[in-house]
């Protein structure tokens, strides 16, 4: 497959205020950068849909649909009384009739509901317009800038069996695997397939591109299947010039369901 190179520069102009009002339909997949955030979800006006983000893996994919200014927020738990469901017996009655009519019925169950606790968002950002329904992988960092990036993930783009290499560093990387030799530039993408044969090891090796020497920052022997696709984060280590920190996060694909009429399937 032929690499692509996504120039990461340019997502900014695409995340800047979208205009008031404005509805965008996403498919969306989060990743968190630092530990698994639960107890969290997207808010929507009073309510939230809940989520949980991992940090080895990719999270299960949300339909979101709503407004370009997507917030994560803290959510609470909150007791409420679930209305009795109604009957056809009860169409028409008026107000007073219904009243009667309820009266000795045992008080309503209760439920629990997550609500937003109020408190500001974790992370925001601002989704880019786009016609249609668009794909995106969102990198959650609480706590730094605006705590999300936003990754275009176009199928087609980044096919099970092919790697991503997010390079975060001000400078380049080359990154080198059986297909050969790939540069990075500082803070954009690429997306290559590594030339491994399906359920086999390969070697992974990144250097730092900062003078011609190319100096080695990492080397791994990596596993590869054909129906997984990998994210490659590289950031670089604090103190220290030229070298990175390298994680992989795995997106699988979902299980298949087993067909209704099987041994195996739920009843």
């Not at 900014?12 to 530990?35: D, M, N, Q, Y």
């Not at 380049?172 to 590594?194: D, E, H, K, W, Y």
């Amino acid at each position: 497959m032929k690499s692509e190179l996504t120039v990461f520069a340019a997502l900014l102009p695409l995340l800047l205020g979208a205009a008031e009002g404005t509805v965008v339909e996403a498919r969306l997949k989060f990743i968190s950068t630092t530990r698994p955030l639960v107890g969290i979800g997207i808010a929507q006006g009073k309510i939230a849909e809940g989520l949980v983000i991992p940090t080895d893996m990719f999270s299960d994919e949300i339909v979101y649909r709503g407004p370009a200014r997507l917030e994560l927020v803290e959510l609470k738990t909150v007791t409420v009384k679930q209305p009795p469901p109604a009957s056809d017996d009860d169409a028409g009655k008026d107000a007073a009739t219904s009243k009667r009519a309820t009266r000795g019925v045992k008080a309503k169950p209760l439920t629990n509901i997550a609500t937003p606790t109020g408190k500001p968002p974790l992370a925001w950002i601002d989704l880019p317009i786009a016609t249609g329904t668009q794909s995106l992988i969102l990198l959650v960092t609480p706590g730094r800038g605006n705590g999300i990036i936003a990754i275009p993930d176009v199928v087609g783009s980044f096919p099970p069996g092919s790697n991503r290499y997010l390079n975060l560093c001000p400078f380049s990387l080359v990154v080198m695997t059986p297909s050969g030799r790939q540069l990075i530039p500082a803070n954009s993408s690429a997306v290559s397939r590594p030339g491994s044969k399906d359920n086999d090891y390969y070697d992974l090796k990144f250097f730092s591109a900062i003078n011609q020497e190319g100096k080695l920052v990492f080397s791994s022997r990596t596993y590869h299947l054909d129906s997984v696709r990998k994210l490659f984060i590289l950031t670089p280590l604090p103190g220290n010039e030229g070298r990175v920190a390298v994680r992989d996060i795995e997106d699988r694909p979902a299980p298949s369901k087993a067909p209704e009429n099987s041994p195996g399937a739920p009843k």
